[in-house]
T-cell receptor, first 116, second 115 residues
Framework: NAGVMQNPRHLVRRRGQEARLRCSPMKGHSHVYWYRQLPEEGLKFMVYLQKENIIDESGMPKERFSAEFPKEGPSILRIQQVVRGDSAAYFC??????????????FGPGTRLTVL | GNSVTQMEGPVTLSEEAFLTINCTYT??????LFWYVQYPGEGLQLLLK?????DKGSNKGFEATYRKETTSFHLEKGSVQVSDSAVYFCALSDRTNFGNEKLTFGTGTRLTIIP
């Protein structure tokens, strides 16, 4: 049973370009979470999505960042017009549901974004 | 808001040494507490958890006790192995108004065990 898949594992962008990070949840999981880890900091919650719905985006920067989880295909975290401060590791996690007994979050290996 | 403070690394120990990685937290309410481990090139894996005060989580020889009076959740292992080399993250979760569990992490502690 494959775990959470993220790609690419490493992404290099120049300032002003767009970055697209993909996350395929574990089989049977319909809840996705995105976290960001800036250098020397802990993981910080960004957004929580269910299929076709953004449920909690309280951790998302107000501009340039967006996320989606379409009915078919992976979840996408999109960063427009990247700046050097966006350089970080971005982790995706998935869970079977939000109910207490099924809400353990399983993490992917992360995408390391470097902005030149 | 919620926060987690954990022992800064890196930590280097000899095989069979005793391990303690300190973790303290600040939270409103009664969060659940977790330790996650990240091996090189892999995602974070849940190591153990505790959901209420005085609970002890344990797994693979690791233990941590939820201490409400000291707001701590220190990770311990009596005899470490080379295979325990990894980055360890302390975290807490709190249920949001949207119904989801939001995790708040510490900065991670890199542990290296030398033979």
């Amino acid at each position: 049973n494959a775990g959470v898949m993220q790609n690419p594992r490493h992404l290099v962008r120049r300032r002003g370009q767009e970055a697209r990070l993909r996350c395929s949840p574990m089989k049977g999981h319909s809840h996705v979470y995105w976290y960001r880890q800036l250098p020397e900091e802990g993981l910080k919650f960004m957004v929580y999505l269910q299929k076709e719905n953004i449920i909690d985006e309280s951790g998302m920067p107000k501009e340039r960042f967006s996320a989606e989880f379409p009915k078919e295909g992976p979840s996408i975290l999109r960063i427009q017009q990247v700046v050097r401060g966006d350089s970080a590791a971005y982790f995706c996690a998935s869970s079977r549901s939000g109910l207490a007994e099924y809400n353990e979050q399983f993490f992917g290996p992360g995408t390391r974004l470097t902005v030149l | 808001g919620n926060s987690v403070t954990q022992m800064e690394g890196p930590v280097t120990l000899s095989e069979e040494a005793f391990l303690t990685i300190n973790c303290t937290y600040t939270a409103t309410g009664y969060p659940s507490l977790f330790w996650y481990v990240q091996y090189p090139g892999e995602g974070l894996q849940l190591l153990l958890k505790a959901t209420k005060a005085d609970d002890k989580g344990s797994n693979k020889g690791f233990e941590a006790t939820y201490r409400k009076e000291t707001t701590s959740f220190h990770l311990e292992k009596g005899s470490v192995q080379v295979s325990d080399s990894a980055v360890y993250f302390c975290a807490l979760s709190d249920r949001t108004n949207f119904g989801n569990e939001k995790l708040t992490f510490g900065t991670g502690t890199r542990l290296t065990i030398i033979p």
